[in-house]
């Protein structure tokens, strides 16, 4: 539970199972529903509108992208820090995140692959 005023540490593996994040952009998407985007029903299999081969689905709403760099030598995780500002107003509040990973080759979308979803509720 990330407390009010503190560091969130969000642990990004580097792959998981089939699926690699190492990829050319990484981002973790933050989200305010797991259950709908822009009227679209979570999770959502996203392959047929992105034209390339996916792994995994979307499962959070894209409110906010924000760029992941994957350092050599991490260990296979890497942690994404995100500030929670000291706002009594945010205590209890819910969001949710994911890792959406995106390869190309030769300027073209290759591969995209889409982590596990993960949610944070906002503690004291």
Do not use: M
């Not at 209890?92 to 949610?119: C, D, E, M, P």
């Amino acid at each position: 539970t990330p407390a009010l005023g503190t560091t969130f540490v969000v642990q990004v593996p580097k792959s998981t199972g089939t699926c690699s994040y190492l990829c050319d952009w990484n981002l973790l998407a933050l989200g305010l529903s797991d259950t709908q985007f822009n009227g679209v029903a979570l999770p959502w299999p996203i392959a047929p509108s992105l034209g390339s081969p996916v792994c995994g689905q979307l499962r959070v709403s894209l409110d906010v992208l924000q760029p992941i760099p994957f350092a050599s030598g991490s260990g296979g995780i890497e942690s994404v820090p995100l500030i929670i500002p000291a706002v009594p107003s945010l205590t209890g509040f819910t969001f949710h995140h994911q890792v959406i990973s995106l390869r190309f080759t030769l300027g073209s979308l290759n591969t995209t692959a889409f982590g596990r979803k993960g949610t944070g509720i906002v503690g004291t």
